[in-house]
Structures are given as C-alpha cells and as structure tokens.
C-alpha cells in the first residue's frame, strides 16, 4: 500500500519518520545486496583464477620432470624463513626436542662410566681358593687370606697381592634348601672355570671332593711329593696344629680335619687344559710353600 496514499490515516510527524525509516531500510538492503553480489563475484573468480594456477602449476610441474625444461618462473620453492633463537631458545627447543634421547644418552654414559670405573679400581685376586667347609673357620676368612698372602707372588702384576676366599659349604646338615642350592650354584659355577685351583675342605664334606678312585677324584695326589712332610696326604695338606691356629687366630675347638687341596687340571667349559695346568703350577709352588712353612714352624715348636 502506498503510504503517501494513507496519509491521512497516520499523523503528520509520525508519517515523516516511518517514510523516512523505509526509506533508509531500502537503502541498506540495497548497499548489502550490492557488497553481497560483489562478493560472490569476488569468490567465484579468485576460485577460477585459483583453478587456473593450478592447472598451470600441473603443466609446469610435468615439463619439469620430463626435462622439456630446466627451471619454472611459475613454480618456485619460497625458502623456509630462518628463525634466529638466542642461545637460550635455542637451549630449550634443542631440549624439548631431544629431552628423551638425551636423558637416554646421560643414563648410558653414567652406566658405562661406572662399570669401567669399577673394573679399573677393584682389586683383581692373584688366586682365589673355594672353601667347602662348614665350620667356624668361615668367620676366619681374612685371617686365612692374610696367611696365604704371605706365599702368594704378584700374578697378575697390579702391583698388590691379593688372596680372594669363596666361601660355599657343601653340607646338607640345614633345613634351609635355598642356602644350600645357593651354595652349590656358586661352587659348581666356579668349577667351570680353570681358576679355581685350590679347594679347601675337611672330611665332613670332602666325599663331594675327594674320591678314593683315583680316575674319579677331583683332587691331585701329590703325597709322592712330600714324602718328609707328615701334613701332606693323598688328599692334600692338612691346616692343623698350633701354629696354624695361630695364623688364623683360631683356638677355640679349631678343627683338626681341615685340608687344602689341589684340582688335577681338566678342561673346563671355560678354560683349556692347558690354561689350567698355568694356574695349578703356579699353584703347586704356593701349595709347597704353605706346606713347608707349617712342617718348620711345627718342628721349631717341637724342639
């Protein structure tokens, strides 16, 4: 309805101002018509020139890799923009990348680091002996390391002289079946090597070691050797007497059936046999030191 015709139906001013509002409104709808067909038409041709690009792009992109030509001026690859970090930036994105690998890295060093320092500084034993017995001697493990000390050259040139004593009982004389199975993994894992050379044992435990059939014994008879020396049987030499209880400071009820044995060289699953004939000649000259070190001192003590 046209408002002019209606005049008379609206009051003067009020007819002004709704005529005037109308008219604004037709106004705007126009602008917003008018920006929205210029945007579409915007969109639609950036869309056909974007189409258009990459249809050339395509183009060039197939004569770049079937050598028809060397370089294109429509495809160009834009260098990545450096970023310039201080040193702290650079510290802590070199971190938050690398976080993982490098605590790795420091765990590994610190892992190796200390093995090797362990190995270098541990005192390397010039000879060790395994002892089976199951007695009070076993509290006296230092002061029989010290007695031999005294016969035992420098083997392995680290400038000291050290006896290393392995203790491992071989008794079934205890309820406790995980002390005895971890005794004897330590003993039988020991002589699978040809380093063990000498065993010290008494006559308690000895049936583990020692065999009256000499192709079955454990141990080497070198009686033949010591023919003079009372102390030195088939089985090996006996650590009796004052003297010795002496040197292990040993003195109250001391077992008189304690007896250091020679292994007979054998191939082991680690060493040769010839290895282990090395160990048990430089063995054998300890062993004969040890035995006629007690034989003087015991007759010195008789006299």
Request: aromatic fraction near 10%; charge should be negative; glycine fraction near 2%.
């Amino acid at each position: 309805m046209d408002k002019k015709k209606d005049k008379s139906l609206i009051p003067d001013d009020d007819f002004e101002y709704e005529l005037k509002r109308y008219e604004d409104e037709e106004k705007a709808y126009e602008r917003y018509q008018k920006e929205l067909d210029e945007y579409n038409e915007r969109i639609e041709q950036e869309r056909k020139d974007y189409e258009k690009q990459l249809g050339n792009e395509k183009i060039e992109l197939v004569k770049l890799k079937s050598g028809v030509i060397d370089e294109s001026e429509i495809i160009k690859e834009e260098a990545p923009e450096v970023i310039k970090l201080s040193k702290i930036e650079w510290i802590k994105n070199f971190w938050w990348h690398n976080k993982i690998v490098i605590i790795l890295v420091v765990f590994a060093i610190a892992v190796v680091s200390y093995i090797t320092y362990d190995s270098l500084s541990r005192v390397k034993p010039d000879i060790k002996i395994m002892m089976t017995v199951n007695n009070g001697l076993v509290n006296r493990m230092e002061e029989v390391a010290d007695y031999f000390e005294k016969f035992c050259p420098d083997i392995n040139g680290d400038g000291e002289v050290n006896v290393q004593i392995l203790s491992a009982p071989l008794t079934d004389n205890t309820d406790d079946y995980v002390q005895i199975q971890q005794y004897q993994e330590v003993y039988l894992a020991n002589m699978q090597t040809g380093e063990i050379i000498f065993i010290l044992t008494d006559d308690k435990t000895d049936t583990d070691i020692y065999n009256d059939n000499e192709s079955d014994n454990l141990l080497s008879d070198v009686s033949a050797d010591f023919t003079d020396n009372e102390f030195v049987t088939n089985k090996g030499l006996y650590l009796k007497g004052d003297y010795i209880e002496d040197m292990f400071k040993y003195h109250t009820d001391y077992p008189q059936d304690i007896y250091l044995g020679l292994r007979e060289p054998i191939k082991t699953l680690k060493d040769s046999k010839e290895d282990m004939q090395k160990n048990y000649d430089i063995a054998y000259k300890i062993f004969k030191a040890v035995a006629e070190d007690i034989k003087e001192n015991t007759d010195t003590a008789k006299k």
